[in-house]
């Protein structure tokens, strides 16, 4: 059995993007506050045990807390118990959707994309967004820390400190690698007009098998329990 701490065996990138757009979909189209609770909580035992578990805890630590804070505002507008309650299960809904998104590798998805016969601009689009995500991060931070050893308090500096010495540095930083991107990926080969070749191509394995089987068992009861009535 697959270790709840472990991702070794990644699930197939195809499969986390249809994962997460059926889970979110299917999600709020559910109108029992009972049973979407049930839907999330068997989505998370599913994933946990298919390596996931980690990366559901760090989204969940910020998704928890901010769904409580627009539940209890939905509370005080006059939402009622029910209200805040469906608030937050969406909201912790569309963090574990995040989840599956985040943690597709970049390469995997561009490749299996080429192999289903997407369009060469879109794998490529994807295979860039998902590799700028981190690049911009270290950016952001290199920059802080950068503004901290010149005696500048990212958190108190006024706005026309951070436009100078955080917004404008960081414009010229994504110019540059937007640049350097666009040259690398020229130099490497990279086309839209001819066809990918793909050396090592993508197949679903015994785990893509397993967390689809219950996937489909968990939208299956979903959709039959409020087909029923029983909540």
Not at 104 to 111: E, K, N, P, S, V
Not at 152 to 167: C, D, E, H, M, S
Not at 188 to 201: A, D
Request: proline letters at 3%.
């Amino acid at each position: 059995m697959w270790s709840v701490d472990s991702n070794k065996i990644p699930l197939h990138p195809l499969g986390n993007i249809i994962y997460s757009i059926v889970t979110l979909s299917w999600g709020l189209l559910i109108r029992d506050v009972r049973l979407l609770y049930i839907f999330i909580f068997s989505l998370v035992i599913l994933f946990s045990f298919a390596g996931y578990f980690k990366a559901v805890i760090k989204v969940y630590r910020i998704v928890i807390p901010l769904g409580a804070v627009v539940g209890l505002l939905a509370f005080l507008l006059g939402d009622g118990l029910i209200g805040s309650l469906m608030t937050l299960g969406r909201i912790s809904l569309l963090g574990f959707s995040s989840v599956l998104v985040v943690t597709i590798d970049a390469t995997g998805l561009a490749r299996s994309l080429t192999q289903v016969g997407a369009p060469r601009w879109l794998s490529l689009g994807f295979l860039i967004t998902v590799r700028f995500i981190p690049v911009l991060k270290e950016e952001i931070q290199r920059i802080r820390e950068a503004m901290m050893v010149r005696g500048v308090n990212p958190k108190k500096a006024g706005l026309q400190i951070t436009y100078r010495a955080f917004v404008l540095p960081l414009i010229i930083r994504l110019i540059k690698i937007s640049d350097t991107l666009a040259v690398s990926l020229e130099t490497r080969g990279f086309s839209t007009e001819v066809k990918g070749t793909i050396y090592r191509p993508l197949h679903w394995s015994v785990k893509d098998c397993f967390v689809s089987f219950g996937f489909i068992i968990c939208i299956i009861s979903v959709v039959f329990i409020q087909w029923i009535g029983l909540f």
